[in-house]
């Protein structure tokens, strides 16, 4: 494990001085790139290499009695915590989470009491303050037993607040959390931001299959290929966005009022709604639907796609634990999957006995 992290980061302005050498110096306020990065992370571009150097950071100007802010070396997770903090002076240890933010990481078990830790020694934090202490995300906890830290490294792990806006009244109030600051919302807003990533996700699988489904549609259809293509084969790509718009889109604005506990159950509605308005259309497109079977199948398709990409949802959500997502993997896959098999299967038998 290496020490102090490089200075010549993009987003570095400087260094400090300290009894462990130059430390990275940065600042609360973002810069153009800072920006274009979080919004290319947001749409899932890079996203897994948007990451800072594990290691110490000075935030400002601090000295030895400043305070110690963990966070995840994701350089969003970094980016919020340091834009939260304007006109403070902190140091800022960003732990090795393989870029992954400080919730999932820390389930993950790379935000963790060794990974601190080690952190924590490899940085000779304890030469460069003279206080005893670390402040982490409250999101952390799963992953980090605050006694085996100070037992380990002589550091006391202090829980601050969920959200990295709350620390300058967090730490003026002598390190105390509000109720306030206890309690994570997860707003039509915040589930809006959340949607890109997963939708991208959605979409490059759909850039594959689509074009499977449109030769298929070309070979098996009632007339010749291009004819085919046409009708049943864009017909069957749009079946296919249509499911995505209802699992990815749809289900994470709308999660709160939709009826069940279940995600996969949540995106039925949906589903529901979204395959009955296409099939609707489908049906009074100048008589050339595939029948009854391309109505079913499709029908069968899009719910379980969009319960799938629903249920996906869950590892964004604060509505679940990773208890009750294993709980529902092992009984809504099986009937994702045979639904969405028996539902192709149908399709195609629609193109073949027509």
């Known amino acids: 494990m290496t020490g102090l992290p490089g200075l010549d980061q993009p987003f570095v302005i400087g260094s400090v001085e300290t009894p462990q050498g130059k430390v990275p110096q940065v600042s609360s306020d973002w810069t153009s790139a800072d920006y274009l990065g979080t919004f290319k992370a947001r749409w899932g571009i890079g996203r897994m290499h948007y990451t800072v150097d594990p290691g110490l950071y000075a935030l400002g100007r601090p000295d030895e009695k400043s305070p110690v802010?963990?966070?995840?070396n994701y350089k969003m997770s970094f980016d919020r915590l340091r834009k939260a903090l304007p006109g403070r002076n902190a140091w800022i240890l960003a732990l090795d989470t393989k870029g992954i933010n400080v919730w999932c990481?820390?389930?993950?078990g790379t935000?963790?009491?060794?990974?601190?830790v080690a952190r924590i020694t490899s940085n000779g934090l304890e030469r460069i303050v003279s206080h005893r202490e670390v402040v982490l995300p409250q999101l952390s906890a799963p992953g980090v037993a605050a006694h085996q830290v100070r037992k380990l490294s002589g550091f006391k792990a202090i829980f601050g607040p969920i959200q990295a806006e709350d620390l300058p009244a967090f730490m003026d109030n002598g390190m105390k959390a509000t109720a306030e600051m206890r309690s994570k919302s997860f707003t039509t807003w915040e589930r809006f931001v959340l949607i890109p990533v997963e939708l991208v996700e959605a979409l490059k699988a759909a850039l594959m299959i689509a074009p499977v489904l449109l030769i298929l549609s070309g070979l098996l259809g009632p007339a010749g290929f291009w004819?085919?293509?046409l009708n049943q084969g864009l017909f069957a790509v749009q079946a296919l966005l249509t499911a995505i718009?209802?699992?990815?889109?749809?289900?994470p604005l709308l999660l709160p009022w939709l009826p069940g506990r279940a995600f996969s159950l949540k995106s039925l509605t949906p589903g529901l709604v979204c395959a009955l308005w296409l099939l609707f259309l489908r049906?009074?497109?100048?008589?050339?639907?595939?029948?009854?079977?391309e109505m079913i199948g499709w029908g069968l398709v899009i719910l379980s796609v969009s319960a799938y990409l629903g249920m996906n949802f869950t590892g964004a959500s604060t509505y679940t634990s990773l208890s009750g997502v294993k709980k529902e993997m092992r009984w809504s896959l099986p009937l994702q999957i045979g639904s969405g098999v028996v539902g192709l299967v149908l399709w195609v038998c629609s193109m073949v006995l027509t």
Do not use: I, Y
């Open 245 to 251: 718009l209802a699992g990815a889109v749809l289900t």
């Open 105 to 108: 990481a820390a389930g993950k």
């Open 283 to 293: 049906s009074g497109d100048g008589g050339k639907t595939g029948g009854l079977l």
């Open 227 to 229: 004819p085919n293509v």
């Open 69 to 72: 802010l963990v966070t995840a």
């Open 111 to 116: 935000f963790g009491t060794d990974e601190l």
